[in-house]
């Protein structure tokens, strides 16, 4: 099958390089030409673990080119895929700009019958906007072409993106018509041979379900979030009271990790655009409001214990910050708590020594050159002449620690670990103080 993509991001790299993988014919359309030049040289400019050499392979096959020309790319599929940005607009809705931009584009170019395919995370009713605008192109065109949209939003995970997009549990598409369904079941078609995973449901219905989802998870993240403070008021530790819930098959153990609250491109601006949607829609969403204002408060506790550990006296201190990515196997830092933590350290006074991974070009990228802030090449030699360490994020890289030696190289005996990685007993018997989240002792 031809299929073109617009967007060559997380969502239509992985989707582009997935679809090849499995025989179509693949043209990914991008408006950032040096991204696009990147690409076109084998060089993947995102993080995300198989992605290179899947793209690699399928180039060398020829089944997976990428073009900055947009009229090449609606001519070429009859599936059009829109994976472009939706980012949040400054009152919390999502900004549509990119999405009805790439549907202007495709209304311009088409000359024969298409089926846009909106991948993007978009609110309820964008499906019939997208329709409007490629109608009003062909409109001023003054030509009558066959079209349909539909929705199919995305489900991957960065950091196993390949392994979602593959064998993920469900492939949702919003249509009523039967010519979109047969185009998506041959799309889909080497994804659904185990068992059936296309699930064909009303527009609406796949529009909401991905901001349902993702509210789903936030919601679960923050709802243990607030145990956890809780568990730190009343001396209870909130990992044993993750086994104690998650043991429970009804609740399960997968999202109910303590931490230093969600971030990435995803959850922070889906739970906003959901609540804006319910406002829209007049109906007060309290609970949907409540989790991001959980999720607001725990992105401070991280700085709230290093106040405590050093008795608000920040100014000065170097302060070792292990992980950036706002979750592991990422180099994404849209969100991540360790931002709010360096942005209040350097507010502070203190300086950052970060090790990250794959990160640290991203946070270069997103901070430039500054003499606070000291990118290391290794996870140790962050800790050389700092004063603490703190955990932003849970890289399999730190799960690992020498508590005695690290006694000896951190200047003053503060571990602040936002993930829960360690055994308090190790650390403390290591005579390290031990600030985690939700564990009875450090509020
Ligand atoms: P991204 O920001 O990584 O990439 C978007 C790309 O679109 C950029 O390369 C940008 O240059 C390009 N673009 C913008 N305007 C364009 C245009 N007019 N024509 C062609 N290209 C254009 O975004 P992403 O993380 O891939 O997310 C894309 C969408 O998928 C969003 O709606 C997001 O919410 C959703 N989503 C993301 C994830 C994720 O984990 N990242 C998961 C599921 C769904």
Same mark, same amino acid.
């Given at each position: 099958m031809r299929i073109t993509i617009f967007g060559s991001g997380y969502v239509g790299l992985v989707t582009g390089a997935c679809l090849a993988d499995v025989g179509h014919d693949v043209i990914c359309v991008d408006v950032d030409e040096a991204k696009v030049a990147r690409l076109e040289a084998g060089e993947v400019p995102i993080y995300e673990p198989g992605l290179e050499s899947l793209i690699r392979q399928n180039q060398a096959a020829g089944r997976l080119r990428f073009t900055t020309d947009a009229a090449k790319g609606v001519a070429f599929g009859l599936l059009q895929f829109i994976a472009v940005g939706t980012p949040s607009d400054e009152d919390g809705s999502a900004d549509l700009r990119h999405v009805l931009k790439v549907a202007e584009t495709i209304g311009r170019h088409m000359t024969e019958y298409r089926i846009i395919v909106d991948k993007s995370t978009v609110p309820v009713g964008t499906a019939s906007k997208v329709e409007r605008v490629v109608a009003a192109e062909l409109d001023r065109r003054g030509v009558e072409l066959e079209f349909d949209v539909c929705s199919n939003p995305e489900f991957l995970k960065e950091g196993a993106a390949i392994e979602d997009f593959s064998r993920g549990s469900r492939i949702v598409v919003g249509t009523e018509s039967e010519r979109v369904k047969s185009a998506m079941r041959e799309c889909y078609g080497p994804y659904n041979r185990q068992q059936e995973k296309l699930m064909f449901m009303a527009v609406r219905s796949a529009e909401l379900t991905k901001y349902a989802a993702n509210a789903m998870l936030a919601t679960k993240i923050s709802f243990i979030n607030e145990i956890a403070n809780l568990a730190e008021r009343l001396g209870a530790d909130v990992e044993e009271v993750r086994h104690g819930i998650g043991s429970d098959p009804r609740i399960g153990y997968s999202f109910i990790y303590p931490g230093c609250g969600y971030g990435g491109s995803c959850f922070p601006k889906d739970v906003k655009a959901l609540a804006h949607t319910a406002e829209a829609a007049g109906y007060p969403a309290e609970m949907i409001g409540a989790v991001e204002r959980v999720n607001g408060r725990q992105k401070g506790k991280l700085f709230e214990k290093l106040c405590l550990a050093f008795d608000g006296q920040l100014a000065g201190k170097t302060i070792a910050l292990w992980?950036?990515?706002?979750?592991?196997?990422?180099d994404d830092m849209r969100e991540a708590p360790s931002r709010a933590l360096m942005e209040a350290l350097w507010q502070a006074g203190a300086r950052v020594q970060a090790f990250d991974p794959e990160a640290a070009e991203e946070c270069r990228r997103l901070y430039?050159?500054? %003499? %606070?802030l000291i990118l290391a090449e290794r996870r140790d030699e962050a800790l050389e002449g700092a004063h603490a360490l703190v955990i932003c994020t849970e890289w399999k890289a730190f799960r690992t620690v020498d508590f005695a030696r690290l006694r000896e190289t951190l200047l003053e005996p503060v571990v602040v670990d936002g993930r829960n990685l360690y055994h308090p007993d190790s650390v403390k018997a290591a005579g390290l103080g031990y600030y985690a989240i939700g564990r009875g002792d450090s509020v």
């Open positions: 992980g950036l990515a706002f979750k592991p196997n990422t430039g050159e500054r %003499d %606070d």
